[in-house]
């Protein structure tokens, strides 16, 4: 088998024993608390990490876009729920062309939306399950109110095409707990049953079970990122993804450069600490500064100056965002290391590749 | 024909005009000056835009990764240049399998990725021409002095299978005139001749024929973006690549949301000024916020609140960073404007698509 080290790259590289322990994990996260898992693709985009989260006992999954939809539908995934305003006649084909062969639940904000999809599912013969957007401050989408969502409720409810499922957010916050009782309140006395009520967001769990919430929906969890890790719901031990990359040039006192940068890692960066990436092989390095295929390691904090990396090192670099570094990638190469696993965060050299996965639904946009 | 505005979103497009011209505009500015145009085809990783460029006097390419040379190369380009170390045993079997068909130029800040190239050139009977890389103040490779730069560039010339050429820098900066005049009498002195300086930059035309150059690396020029606008090297009007986006939500006060997020404009923010992309169609409006797939709105300089886009409506945005929008795009479409061009910088309703590309470069990260 072709060894992690003898890559070209950059390369973008998973651990298989993390990445099944993270799916593990959540899911049994979700089941002590009684709530069904819906895990968003867009984070690998990989019909087969999927699987891997519904044999683990996902009931369904989340997609961000009908591109994504549409590979997965076809890969086998039959329950999939689009939390995101569906806008435009391309979109009202193939939507409907979807619900034809698998259980499609859209979410909405308004009745602009809602009004195409229930016409464009009643002249297709087809039906929608839609739920009702409520903003938890993305200020981006969702409805702002309890009044304005039983307003749209109710319109939905009396729209053939589509059936009212309940409530959606994200991420899940505190405030949802009185929204939601509000919102069943005002639909009991109207007679419309709130039956789902989706909320998400890695790390926001037991919010989403405070909230009164039946399923939830987590991305990055799969293969966490800096970004988690930062907010305090992982270890930096549990990031299974990361970038291989080439140190191309030593010739900048201070610094040393990688063969990676924007196109690699995106710039979604930790604006606050200038950190865009942990190198698991030197504790002391991180990635500074991005540009589109050059990204500079800072060595400040090197405290044996002939530690420092040389040109031609091979190094993995953690980025910050999992779900923009897949999107730039066309595969994905799954590893596992044998022997023992060294225990601080470095490699052995002895990580043996046992699957190159295509990322199918990256840059599916539309 | 199609026109844009019944394309489904987000879509990349090209305003032909527009493109043409750029590209003719920094074309007869470089033949002004007499330095040779390189252009970069980062910016586009189209074929069909490199062979308008060069049509329209370039005399090679530049290209980032060996990714983009080898399918340049299938698309009859013979002359490029990467100004980047290539490192690593892959890339030696990539590169000289290229230098058999095409003329190769690579450029090099150190000993160690200079002698690889030239030992793979030599094993293989062909031959490279190596650049020195000269830092201006990227600090992410080049050599520091002009010292250096003559241990370098001996140690090229002493070696087989490689051909020194010259300098390269990016961008040219003013310290590159006496820093060129003193490694070119250093070369002198030691018999070796300076055959080529590469400099580059949109907008530093000028810096480059006062530093020496012979040739000049553009890249963004043709398509331009806010970032070449605000530092002042084209107008807003010459921006020739946008996206159509539809707006997809209302529901939050003071701002309306599109289609389209940072996998469909990348996070290359104008961290400064808060704006991410100009809206045609509403000049007052600006994307502030993005997230994956939600751009965010701003209509707080709206001076006419019925002006405000409604949820259906399709807008083109102009984004911060062509080159890095162009990597997450697999297909673009070039339209040309009919019938009478608004003064306004909006669309008219008669842009027809006379071309539909794929972008066959992106995502070559290695």
Chains 1, 2 share one sequence.
């Not at 651990?15 to 049994?28: G, H, T, V």
């Not at 957007?133 to 969502?149: C, I, K, L, N, Y």
């Not at 939905?156 to 919102?183: N, Q, W």
Request: some cysteine.
């Amino acid at each position: 088998m072709q060894r992690v080290a003898d890559l070209d790259t950059p390369s973008m590289v998973v651990d298989l024993d993390k990445l099944e322990a993270n799916i593990q994990r959540l899911q049994a996260s979700l089941d002590s608390l009684g709530l069904a898992n819906r895990p968003h693709i867009k984070t690998h985009k990989i019909p087969a990490i999927g699987h891997m989260q519904i044999a683990a006992g996902a009931k369904g999954i989340t997609c961000q876009k009908l591109g994504e939809a549409e590979i997965f539908a076809d890969a086998g995934f039959d329950d999939i729920l689009i939390p995101y305003n569906l806008v435009g006649a391309p979109k009202m084909e193939r939507l409907t062309r979807l619900a034809r062969r698998v259980k499609m639940t859209v979410a909405v904000d308004g009745a602009v939306a809602a009004r195409a999809i229930a016409e464009a599912c009643d002249a297709a013969g087809v039906e929608v399950t839609l739920l009702i957007e409520v903003d938890t401050g993305m200020h981006r989408a969702g409805v702002q109110s309890p009044e304005d969502a039983q307003t749209l409720a109710r319109s939905i409810a009396d729209s053939p095409g589509v059936r009212f499922g309940g409530l959606m957010c994200y991420p899940t916050k505190p405030a949802m707990v009185a929204f939601h009782a509000e919102v069943r309140d005002r639909l009991t006395r109207d007679g419309i049953p709130l039956e789902q009520f989706s909320g998400g967001g890695t790390g926001a769990q037991q919010v989403s079970k405070d909230a009164g919430c039946t399923e939830h929906r987590s991305g990055t969890y799969s293969y966490n990122d800096l970004s988690v890790w930062r907010a305090g719901n992982c270890e930096l031990d549990q990031c299974a993804m990361s970038v291989l990359v080439t140190v191309i040039s030593t010739s900048c006192p201070g610094f040393s450069t990688i063969d990676g940068g924007s196109k690699t890692f995106t710039n979604d960066a930790l604006q606050t600490t200038g950190v865009n990436g942990y190198v698991r092989e030197f504790p002391e390095i991180y990635l500074e500064k991005m540009s589109e295929e050059h990204g500079v390691l800072n060595l400040s904090r090197l405290t044996d100056a002939s530690a420092r990396p040389r040109v031609g090192d091979k190094i993995h670099v953690i980025p910050n965002h999992a779900c923009g570094t897949t999107n730039l990638h066309d595969v994905v190469y799954g590893y596992r290391a044998h022997g023992s696993r060294p225990t601080d965060g470095t490699l052995s050299g002895d990580e043996l590749i046992e699957v190159e996965w295509p990322v199918p639904a990256r840059g599916k946009i539309r």
